[in-house]
């Protein structure tokens, strides 16, 4: 992975449809040369989809962390899929002989914490469960109209599809799909983006558990200070404080074990830090969570 790397990941996150030509000009490159870097990306499993999102303030949400602990008799396959049988799940990873992490999407605010936190709980194996709220945008509530849901369904099928084609398939004018697009993309209540492996380059991605003093300094200048010394390595975009304790869930991507371990040293240099703790897991499992499965349920409307 390199800088341009992370500069089109970045990009296509935030919009997925944004034209090749558009990145290649704000980086200075060709039109091919990014084009050959997406394909690549894709063939190796970094980008591994183009999808659309609700934002969080569509479903009444809030995202957490979730660290359970076991005593390490199950049959680890099965127990994440037990879990992720829940709708909360949208991602699990192992993270060490009887650890897991969970990143969760919760409604109804602390009751609906408390029942994830109850329902791990009262799994047989599990010992301690950590639950972290997290600090982030929750973007805006829209009610969507029958034209914008005819719009979404063919963006949900394929989030780069040309204006043109979208206009052929729901008998709306181009001028009409192109406004409801542009409508989403300067939104904030529907996410145009990418899912991603950060794993799927030859390099290695880890999370790192940051802890400060919340009197000498607050999680903006926290991420501030990250991003300025590791501006290639740090992912400030999936990287999240949580909202109950002065702890940052700081998420890297470097090419070796040496970067790793360099990173975390200076990262314990850094003033106001009080802990440090390096994260790294299995490969990540996904699932359907209440926003994937409000989302279906939306566009049923138009089915």
């Known amino acids: 992975m390199d800088e341009l790397d992370k500069r089109i990941l970045v990009t296509l996150f935030r919009n997925c449809r944004t034209a090749y030509r558009v990145i290649a000009q704000h980086n200075g490159v060709s039109t091919n040369t990014i084009k050959k870097r997406v394909e690549k990306l894709r063939d190796m499993g970094v980008i591994a989809d183009f999808i659309i999102d609700l934002s969080l303030e569509m479903v009444d949400g809030e995202r957490s962390y ?3 602990t076991t005593d390490g008799t199950e049959e680890e396959e099965s127990f994440i899929q037990q879990i992720g049988l829940t709708p909360s799940v949208r991602y699990i990873a192992q993270i060490s002989g009887g650890a897991y992490l969970i990143f969760a999407t919760y409604t109804d605010g602390s009751r609906g914490l408390s029942k994830i936190g109850a329902y791990l709980r009262g799994l047989s194996v599990v010992q301690k469960v950590e639950i972290h709220p997290l600090l982030e945008s929750r973007g805006t509530k829209t009610e969507l109209t029958i034209t914008q849901l005819m ?10 599809m040309p204006i043109c084609e979208i206009s052929r398939r729901t008998g709306l004018t181009s001028r009409t799909v ?29 999370l790192v558990q940051i802890h400060w003093d919340e009197k000498m300094m607050d999680p903006k200048i926290m991420h501030e200070m990250i991003q300025k010394q590791f501006p290639v390595e740090y992912w400030r975009l999936v990287s999240f404080a949580s909202a109950i304790s002065p702890t940052l869930f700081a998420v890297f991507v470097v090419n070796d074990v040496k970067s ?6 200076e990262i314990r240099k850094m003033p106001h ?13 996904s699932y359907p969570d209440i926003k ?12």
């Not at 830090?273 to 499992?285: A, D, E, F, L, R």
């Open 151 to 160: 719009v979404l369904r063919q963006l949900a099928e394929d989030p780069r």
């Open 66 to 68: 979730v660290f359970i």
């Open 292 to 303: 994937t499965c409000q989302l279906q349920k939306l566009l049923t409307k138009v089915d």
């Open 260 to 265: 790793l371990d360099q990173i975390t040293k």
């Open 273 to 285: 830090i009080t802990s440090v703790v390096t994260i790294m897991g299995k490969p990540v499992q």
């Open 178 to 206: 192109r406004r409801v697009v542009n409508d989403f993309v300067n939104g904030d209540s529907v996410e145009l983006t990418i899912r991603w492996n950060l794993n799927g380059w030859d390099s290695i991605a880890f």
